[in-house]
């Protein structure tokens, strides 16, 4: 597949291809050509993926096909969580723009003065890229026309929700021309934002692009099946003791439990801190800014807390509760193996949570490798796993693994000390069905 044949125009084409673009990625193919035709868009991607370029290029090129009208304000407004990210997708809007003719771009970020904003907002813009808080701030001072706005990009719309942006979102939305198009971008599609798009989208496609594999080779995933939560803990401060760490993020379920652990990580001899959504902005802003710098080695966060870090140090993600959606674990794993690196997703499933496992390696079509460590004992997958009829990949690795220790279900054991069993490559999940989600498109389950 290439651009080209997703219609795009040649001054996109060869804008494209000076940035060294080759062919389009997944999200691309699946999100262009609806957005192209002026569709809402709802579509589920990660950071990563070329979200950025598929909303961007097919907007760039419905506003070049049409004429401006006279007036002042923003043809297409992209709302944005972040400053980082308005900045991000601002920059990316004029590599794509550079062959087209007079396109003008803006931001409206909080923390800079306002006059020249208010000049920017005087002024006709093509593309438009905001925080919800400052737009709605000159919003209110009428400062904003929307009269030639025709398209409203929603962007990291999950993220936008976690930092307390949904009322002003809904605020800034109401005030936009009712003909407009909506495309809305976020890692999940859950909850709350289920609500929000089918408020704000009328008859949307619907995308899904899960990670592929490819997308996730970096990142090399394990379980440790643990008997009680005490082992669970023995084992992560055995592991965060071993040398090749870099930075890690522990995800836990529970706000309370993410205190606790920072502090029980503390007293192990780490610099470790808790962040979750009980602490205020500031305070948040100040950890990550700590971890950022390196001066935190160890982050214990929920999942809410941890949308959007993106540090290339961060050497290893350990599931120290199972999120409860699939969809969760994907992003949090996507935390490492950033920027080219490889990272290490470490994962401690009790009992309790095999269900929570299982429904992740379906989701992924990713089996996660059962690992033991030395200096603990090998707790056996739950006994209805292990008695029933065991799919032929798994009896397989539990002989080699007794082959290789002469104990049944014994771990083998590599040259770092770390014990492993073979991964269990049962194909659950895998059928036609699962594929077909993995593989994109199509509708929201
Ligand atoms: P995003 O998911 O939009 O943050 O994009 C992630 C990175 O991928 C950015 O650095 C983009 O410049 C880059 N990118 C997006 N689409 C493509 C593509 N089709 N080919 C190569 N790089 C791309």
Do not use: W
Not at 83 to 104: C, I
Not at 164 to 174: K, P, T, Y
């Amino acid at each position: 597949m290439s651009f080209a044949s997703l219609n795009l125009i040649p001054p996109l084409l060869s804008a494209l291809k000076a940035a060294g673009y080759e062919q389009p990625t997944p999200i691309q193919i699946a999100a262009i050509p609806a957005v192209l035709a002026g569709r809402d868009v709802m579509a589920c991607a990660q950071t990563g993926t070329g979200k950025t370029a598929a909303f961007l290029l097919p907007t760039l090129q419905r506003l070049e096909a049409r004429r401006a009208p006279a007036g002042r304000g923003p043809r297409a407004l992209v709302l944005t969580p972040t400053r980082e990210l308005a900045t991000q997708v601002r920059d990316a809007a004029s590599v794509y723009a550079k062959e087209l003719h007079h396109v003008r771009l803006g931001t409206i970020v909080g923390g800079v003065p306002y006059p020249p904003q208010q000049k920017l907002l005087m002024r006709p813009l093509d593309v438009l890229v905001a925080t919800p808080g400052r737009f709605l701030d000159h919003m209110e001072r009428g400062r904003i026309d929307f009269t030639r706005l025709e398209v409203v990009i929603l962007d990291e719309a999950d993220r936008m929700l976690d930092m307390g942006f949904l009322a002003d979102v809904e605020r800034i939305m109401a005030a936009t021309p009712a003909t407009r198009q909506t495309v809305m971008f976020s890692a999940t599609f859950e909850g709350r934002i289920a609500t929000l798009a089918g408020r704000l989208l009328k008859d949307p496609e619907r995308i899904r692009i899960a990670p592929t594999e490819a997308q996730n080779a970096k990142i090399v995933q394990h379980v440790h099946y643990v008997s009680d939560i005490a082992q669970k803990k023995a084992m992560l401060m055995a592991l965060l003791k071993e040398g090749a760490m870099g930075q890690a993020i522990v995800f836990t379920g529970t706000k309370h439990g993410a205190d606790r652990l920072a502090t029980a990580i503390g007293q192990n001899g780490h610099t470790a801190a808790a962040l979750h959504g009980d602490m205020r902005q500031g305070a948040r802003n100040r950890t990550l800014a700590q971890f950022r710098a390196g001066a935190v080695q160890v982050l214990v966060a929920t999942d809410v807390a941890a949308r959007g870090i993106d540090v290339a140090a961060i050497s290893h993600v350990f599931n120290y509760d199972l999120p409860r959606s699939a969809e969760d674990y994907v992003h949090r794993i996507g935390r490492t193996g950033r920027a080219g690196q490889s990272g290490l997703a470490v994962s401690f499933a009790t009992r309790a949570e095999h269900g929570a496992l299982k429904r992740i390696e379906r989701f992924t079509g990713q089996p996660i490798a059962a690992r033991g460590l030395t200096g603990f004992p090998v707790t056996e997958p739950p006994a209805h796993e292990a008695k029933g009829p065991a799919p032929a990949g798994r009896r397989m690795a539990r002989s080699r693994d007794r082959n290789r220790t002469g104990r049944p279900g014994g771990p083998a054991r590599d040259g770092r000390g770390l014990a492993h069993r073979s991964p269990h490559r049962d194909g659950e999940g895998r059928g036609p069905a699962a594929r077909a989600r993995l593989e994109s498109a199509g509708g929201e389950s």
